[in-house]
C-alpha cells in the first residue's frame, strides 16, 4: 500500500542501496541494453515487475540518483513476470550466472596473470561497511 517513490527513497536513506541497482566498478551494466533488446524481440518487455523496475530507474534518475537498474534485478523482474517463485528465480539465477563463470575462468586461463581483470586492488575505493575484525575463539 505504501507508494513507490516513498519504499524507494525510505529504503535508500536507511540502507544507502538498492538491491539490483548500482556496479562496484562502473555505474551502468553493459549487459541490460541486449537483455532488453531480446526480451523486446521475445515480447517480455511489457511485464509487471519489468514496469516497476523502469519506474524505479525513472524516479531515480528524477532525483539525480546516479545508480541504474542492473542485470541482477531485469532478470529477476522478468522471472517474476513469467510466474516464477523466489525460490524457483533463485535456482534460476545461480544455474544461469554460474554459466558464465566457467568460460571466463577458461578465457582468464589462456592469458598472462592480471590480463582477465586489469585493475589493481588498489586502486577500487570501497565506501561499504567497515571491515569487522575476526572474534577470538581460542577459549571456545
Do not use: W
Not at 21 to 37: A, H, K, M, Q, T
Amino acid at each position: 500500500g505504501q507508494e513507490l517513490e516513498e519504499l524507494v527513497l525510505t529504503r535508500l536513506k536507511r540502507e544507502r542501496y538498492l538491491p539490483g541497482f548500482g556496479r562496484p566498478i562502473i555505474s551502468r551494466d553493459e549487459r541490460v541494453v541486449p537483455l532488453l533488446n531480446a526480451a523486446k524481440k521475445l515480447g517480455f518487455d511489457k511485464g509487471r515487475y519489468l514496469s516497476i523496475v523502469q519506474e524505479i530507474d525513472t524516479l531515480l534518475e528524477k532525483k539525480r540518483y546516479r545508480i541504474k537498474p542492473n542485470i541482477a534485478i531485469y532478470c529477476a523482474a522478468f522471472l517474476a513476470d513469467m510466474g516464477f517463485s523466489p525460490d524457483e528465480s533463485y535456482m534460476i539465477s545461480v544455474l544461469t550466472f554460474s554459466a558464465g563463470i566457467l568460460p571466463c575462468y577458461m578465457d582468464g586461463a589462456e592469458k598472462s596473470e592480471g590480463a582477465l581483470f586489469p585493475l589493481a586492488c588498489s586502486t577500487i575505493e570501497y565506501r561499504g561497511h567497515p571491515k569487522r575484525g575476526l572474534k577470538n575463539h581460542e577459549n571456545d
